[in-house]
Every structure is written in C-alpha cells, then in structure tokens.
T-cell receptor, first 116, second 111 residues
Framework: GAGVSQSPRYKVAKRGQDVALRCDPISGHVSLFWYQQALGQGPEFLTY????????KSGLPSDRFFAERPEGSVSTLKIQRTQQEDSAVYLC??????????????FGQGTRLTVV | AQTVTQSQPEMSVQEAETVTLSCTYD???????LFWYKQPPSRQMILVIRQEAYKQQNATENRFSVNFQKAAKSFSLKISDSQLGDAAMYFC????????FGAGTRLTVKP
C-alpha cells in the first residue's frame, strides 16, 4: 500500500480481554517499530523488528504484551488480559533500512485502545 | 538506553515570527541520526527534518532549520516565519540501534 496501515483505528476492550492490533508496513520495509503513546505524551518504544527478527523488545511493559512479525511484513501486537493502564494509542512505524541507517520512519495513524 | 529530553512542554509564537524548540539527548553510540517529527491532532506523525550525526553542517528544510551541537548533545529546531498550520506537537527523535522520542512540545501559533 501507499503508507503504513493500522487496524483497527479504535478498539474498546473490557478489562481482562485479549486484543490484537495489526500493522501493515510499507511493502519492502525492513524495519518495523511499535510505540505506545499516552495522551499528551511522546511515543514510548515497545519493540523493534528487522524483517522477521525481533531484535529489541526491551520496551514491552509486561509479559502480557507480545509482538510478532512471522513473515517479515505484517506485524501483530497482542495484549493479554488488558488492564486500564493499557489504554493508549499504539503507533506502528516502518522504514526501508535497518536501524542505524539514515532513513525516515513512516508512521501509521495508530490504534486507540480504551480499556473499560 | 538512549534518552531524549524536551524541556518545553508548551511553546507559543506569533504568526510570522520565529520560535526555537529545544531537545537534548544522551547516548554512547557514535553513529546515529536525529529527527524532528510533527504530530497534528490527526495523530499522523510527519517528518519535519533530519540530521546525520557525522555531519557538522546544520540541516535546513525551507522554514525549518536545526542547531546541532554534537558535543553538547543538543538538537534544537528553529521555525521561521511561523504559520498557523505549524501548530502541532513536535517530537525530537533519536535513531541509533532503535528509535526513541522525547515527550514533545506543543506549539501554538497565534494569529
């Protein structure tokens, strides 16, 4: 596609429910990032993929958070047993080159997750 | 881990005037890049300008320019001739082995 696509745009989950957030990066992009952005805050790094390899997951806040990119393209961020503090916008970004290279990261419009 | 600090939560500028947004970062890496992104209410992050750490020359993109001080680990954004459409959240980002963002500065442009 022309840009990074995230779905759903909005998700309301009941506390304790599992959710799956999808990211379709730009075709051919090697790097894929997930961020969590609370209202009025900057994006907080969650995890980074280079192709299908998850090279950094140091930002995942707990073992309830899991991300995968099995074929090196589409990625899914899964949150198990959601809690109210998980409410945020989840942003996905992709870039053509691996990390450390000077390429722009393109962002999706995010998924706004509200846990009630 | 690398950290990015934006010490100005909010800034305001009169239309057609100039404003500078500050950013500092901390890293032990030698090869990295710095970016400023703009995020309007639509939430879509838009790249404003980028700077390679190995280049001494400050990057410029039309009305946007940076003041990159590598030794001080400082990377400020100057917006000249501010326009109403510049109003947004601005995020400084560091890209090395991963990509980290500051907390953002909300820029208001007064007509």
């Amino acid at each position: 596609g022309a840009g990074v696509s995230q779905s759903p745009r909005y998700k309301v989950a009941k506390r304790g429910q599992d959710v799956a957030l999808r990211c379709d990066p730009i075709s051919g992009h090697v790097s894929l990032f997930w961020y969590q952005q609370a209202l009025g805050q900057g994006p907080e790094f969650l995890t980074y993929f280079q192709n299908e390899a998850q090279l950094d997951k140091s930002g995942l806040p707990s073992d309830r958070f899991f991300a995968e990119r099995p074929e090196g393209s589409v990625s899914t961020l899964k949150i198990q047993r959601t809690q109210q503090e998980d409410s945020a916008v989840y942003l996905c970004a992709s870039s053509l080159a691996p990390a450390g290279r000077n390429t722009e990261a393109f962002f999706g419009q995010g998924t706004r997750l509200t846990v009630v | 881990a690398q950290t990015v600090t934006q010490s100005q939560p909010e800034m305001s500028v009169q239309e057609a005037e100039t404003v500078t947004l500050s950013c500092t970062y901390d890293t032990s890496e030698s090869d990295y890049y710095l970016f400023w992104y703009k995020q309007p209410p639509s939430r879509q992050m838009i790249l404003v300008i980028r700077q390679e750490a190995y280049k001494q020359q400050n990057a410029t993109e039309n009305r946007f320019s940076v003041n990159f001080q590598k030794a001080a680990k400082s990377f400020s954004l100057k917006i000249s001739d501010s326009q109403l459409g510049d109003a947004a959240m601005y995020f400084c980002a560091y890209r090395g082995n991963d990509m980290r963002f500051g907390a953002g500065t909300r820029l208001t442009v007064k007509p």
